[in-house]
């Protein structure tokens, strides 16, 4: 552990298993007493692979590291996440033969950017792009709401999401952007081929510069005036992409 690495102390089985399984920097296990032995058994044999310390201590113990927490009776002690580089994550993603990217414009809920990411993954996605400022980052919060995903789903960080928005296109992305109320509804857009998906802040939505340099404007249709949360929104616009796409290798 270098003297300037960030500590984390993640929770929940599911973050804390897919930290295990990572690569990610991991320093000690901490169980509580009474969890279900083959849980138990599957967490001490994990942390042995990677030579990781366990230590079995009281549930009390773990609410006092972590308060008002769902540890789930696990939490570990890590290194940080890095982002994944910009130029050298455009050159993998582009060699795809249906890129499959998530744009982030300004998200800001811990939760929204966790359930995001674990959506990303479920549904094939190839990275997930965030802006530096004014977003929420890699953290304990996003490792729990995102199941862990975070552990495997790229996540690359960008100063000015214009001119990510700009190479992408270079790459052979088409950039659709999430409007709430402009644009084609999502069920006639053709989601095939390479995608970069932009979803807007939560309550503001996509900034008017990133709008036009979006390709297409997509909106999901709704039978009420009331918007989707952001997370849902992304959601549901990845699976209609999600179904295209197995349509179209059916074929």
Known sequence: ?????????????????????????????????GL????VREFEKLAKARQ????????????????????????AETGSIDYANWDLWLKQVSRKSQPF??????????????????TAEAAGVHGVVITRHHSV?????????????????????????????????????????????????????NLTGGLALVIGNEHKGLRPNIEKHCDVLLNIPAETPRSLNASVAAAVVMYEAVRQRQAARAK
């Open 36 to 39: 279900n032995p083959g849980m």
């Open 137 to 189: 980052g890699i953290s304990e919060v996003v490792a729990k709401a995102s199941a862990g995903a975070i552990e495997t789903v790229p996540l690359v960080q960008v100063t000015n999401l214009a001119q990510a928005l700009e190479a992408l296109k270079v790459a052979g992305i088409w950039v659709m952007g999430l409007s709430a109320d402009q644009g084609q509804s999502h069920f006639q857009a």
């Open 1 to 33: 552990m270098s003297e300037t690495e960030t500590i984390q102390r993640l929770y929940g089985k599911h973050p804390v298993r897919e930290a295990l399984r990572s690569k990610r920097p991991v320093y000690r296990l901490w169980l509580a007493q």
């Open 101 to 118: 990217v998530v744009v982030l414009d300004q998200i800001q809920d811990p939760h929204n950017l966790g359930a995001i990411v674990r």
């Open 52 to 75: 990781v310390p366990v230590q079995i201590v009281p549930h009390k113990k773990l609410d006092q590291m972590l308060p008002g927490k769902p540890h789930q009776g696990l939490i």
